[in-house]
């Protein structure tokens, strides 16, 4: 018997599956403050499995057996560099790959929460190949695991050589208790910085000029799977992974640098996914992509953010999943291309 709690539930003719509308964001920049829905929010994100809890532990994982030594990066060398790219290319593809496999090859789960009711594109002149998931996995691993793997080995060669502030707990320069605080308190904030960073890059590659030359190749992806995740073309990767910069001045554990490595890289994956969540036995396991980011790849001119911080809604570009913000954003549309 099916799970009331996983049907398809969709007034659209437009969508498969929607979830309950309008869309919520993050409700900790809510005003006036609603502290038990902020609460619920993380605890969400926290306290059950999610996406955040997988990377945090893998993270701690990847760092603990895999990583080369910090002693070891201080001095640049082809070796760890390597080392950092396998590790990375390994992670990305086995992600994407597993996701892809479940839920479009062997489709485990049919339609259920799937958003979009079409297949993903096979045979079309829009695609590197002629085939969606090709030229997805082409950008994504020659170009998007290139510049991950360069921004990354940047900002861990500068700490382990002293040039930026890493953050050891035996530093003790901050007492006992501040290190530890420190060390949970970032684990919030790189998801508020990434969402704060993504609209702002975000915007400036839906700059019409910009988006031409590089942002419409991830726009190629009117309805998205897994590998689209980090499938974009080399400017907008070299935009995209720029935020792990701020490690060069933000006293960050490397354990924090790696989670925020696959917030930004796994994460993206899960939330291209093109299913709202996992299904398996009849019941939601966890949640993969939200409808907000969906929405901004059919109607393109809205949601440039995330749901982490309402910066669409502060400037006006919130698509809440109803008809009238369909409508409006197409208006936006246009007034942006006509003034081209
Ligand atoms: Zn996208
Ligand atoms: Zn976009």
Known sequence: MTDSSISNSSKSKDWNHQPALPIQTNPLFNWPPEPRLAFRWFAKNWLALSQVAIQIVLAVVVYLFIFPPLEEMAVLQFGWV?????????????????????????????????????????DSGVFTFRNQVHDNMFWTLVSGVSFWTFFQCLVFHAGA??????????????????????????????????????YWVHR??????????????????????PWSGISMHPIEHALYFTNFLIHLVV????????????????????????????????????????????????YFECNYGTVEMPWDKWFGSFHDGSEEATTETWQRKKRMYQSQ
């Open 251 to 298: 006293p960050s554990h490397p354990v924090h640098i790696l989670f925020h490595a696959y917030f930004q890289t796994l994460g993206a994956v899960a939330n291209h996914s093109g299913f709202e969540s996992l299904v398996y036995r009849d019941k939601k396991q966890i949640q993969l992509a939200d409808f907000f980011h969906q929405l901004h790849h059919r």
């Open 161 to 198: 050589s002293g040039l930026a502030p890493l953050f050891e707990f035996s530093s003790g320069y901050w007492g006992k208790l501040l290190p530890l605080i420190w060390f949970v308190l970032l684990f919030f904030l790189i998801p508020l910085w990434s969402s704060f960073h993504f």
């Open 204 to 225: 400036f590659l839906h700059w019409p000029p910009l988006y031409k030359i590089a942002h419409a190749l991830h726009h190629r992806n009117v309805n998205v799977g």
């Open 82 to 122: 390597f080392k950092v790219w396998l590790t990375n290319i390994i992670l990305l593809s086995a992600f994407a790959g597993s996701m892809h496999f479940y839920l479009y090859s062997m489709r485990k789960q049919g339609d259920k929460l799937k958003y979009d009711p079409r297949d993903l594109g096979k």
